[in-house]
């Protein structure tokens, strides 16, 4: 566990591990934006582990995806904040309305 002030990470959550698997578009001191290798659309993931960042923190992450949504999807989005596979460590998807996969909805 690496601690930087309250907020941790864990060794061993992938989310944590802020591998670079897909394409990232953002990144800072307080999240990372990524194409979500199983969705194939925009994915923010806050820098530390946990369910419930701080308001200013989700504020930020908020914007920095519908910044990086608006140049990735061809259509309008929705934040769609349920952690299905990592129930533990906060992220969101901007998923193109009207739908849940990115395929198709990408500018060519």
Not at 24 to 37: K, R, S, T
Not at 73 to 97: F, G, K, S
């Amino acid at each position: 566990m690496d601690e930087v002030g309250s907020l941790t990470r864990v060794s061993g959550c992938d989310l944590c591990e802020a591998a670079r698997i897909t394409p990232w578009f953002h990144e800072d001191d307080i999240c990372w934006v990524a194409e979500c290798e199983i969705c194939a659309v925009p994915m923010v993931v806050w820098r530390f582990h946990g369910t419930t960042p701080p308001d200013e923190h989700l504020e930020h992450m908020v914007v920095q995806l519908g910044r990086v949504a608006a140049q990735q999807l061809t259509v309008e989005h929705y934040v769609d904040d349920h952690m299905r596979n990592i129930p533990d460590h906060y992220h969101a998807h901007a998923r193109p309305r009207g739908g849940f996969f990115g395929h198709g909805f990408r500018p060519s």
